[in-house]
């Protein structure tokens, strides 16, 4: 009954062919670059995910208290440090494009890690430590407000002669903004104008500089926050 049905199709037999081979060696391990300018570049880019995914890490140890202040603030440092160095190198940077870009090409998350390389700063510099100073007011350390008053008239001397280029003031507004918080953790007027410039100046690349207008605005902030940080050590 069924013998007579005919196929719907003829099957062809495999049939195995001697000349078929594979086309690379698959015990051979697979270079990604040929050159090695390539193996620098890729180099580099692999260490600036790792350095995203531990930063990450880090902020979250942070929040939970499983790591000291100290501790903390040296490794946030280093890292940033490491990042930023990656990327001076112009062929990096072109290949890198820019930390969104990156993120969605590895499929990275990390919102943490975003954030403070947004800002450029560990955080126990841009809130200050999370313990009070030991003095405030008129009975604050001498030592500490002298040094905080020098930085603060350092930048805006920088500004007054021209300096305005990124190189130049960031370094100067981070140096400004541990100082003061070693004096006070009082949120003063235009405190919060240092943090907003220090990212600011930490999207730039080092050798550009503020515009006029911008060096206008920068000087007036700075001077406010100034005046600010010296009204604080009036109070009791």
């Known amino acids: 009954m069924y013998s007579n049905r005919q196929l719907a199709y003829a099957p062809t037999p495999y ?12 015990d051979e391990e697979v270079k990604l670059s040929s050159t090695s300018t390539e193996r620098d570049l890729y180099d580099s880019l692999a260490e600036i995910y790792s350095i995203i ?12 208290d499983s790591i000291s202040e100290a501790d903390y603030t040296e490794t946030c440092s280093r890292l940033l440090k490491q990042y930023k160095s990656n990327l001076a190198d112009e062929t990096v940077a072109r290949a890198f494009g820019d930390l969104e870009t990156f993120k969605r090409e590895w499929d990275m998350e990390c919102p943490r890690a975003t954030e403070r390389l947004r800002v450029g700063i560990p955080a126990t510099v841009e809130q200050g430590p999370s313990h009070k100073p030991a003095q405030q007011g008129d009975s604050a350390d001498a030592t500490l407000v002298i040094n905080a008053t020098e930085n603060f008239i350092t930048l805006l001397d920088a500004i007054r002669i021209g300096l305005v280029e990124k190189d130049t003031l960031h370094p100067l507004l981070v140096e400004i903004i541990q100082a003061v918080n070693k004096v006070t953790d009082i949120d003063f007027e235009s405190k919060g104008k240092i943090v907003q410039w220090l990212i600011t100046l930490n999207q730039m690349r080092a050798a550009e500089k503020l515009d006029d207008d911008q060096a206008r605005e920068f000087q007036f902030d700075m001077d406010s926050a100034y005046h600010g940080f010296k009204a604080t050590l009036k109070k009791d």
């Open 53 to 64: 995914i531990t930063l990450d890490a880090l902020e979250k140890g942070y929040l939970k």
């Open 15 to 26: 049939i195995p062919r001697s000349t078929l081979s594979a086309t690379i060696n698959l």
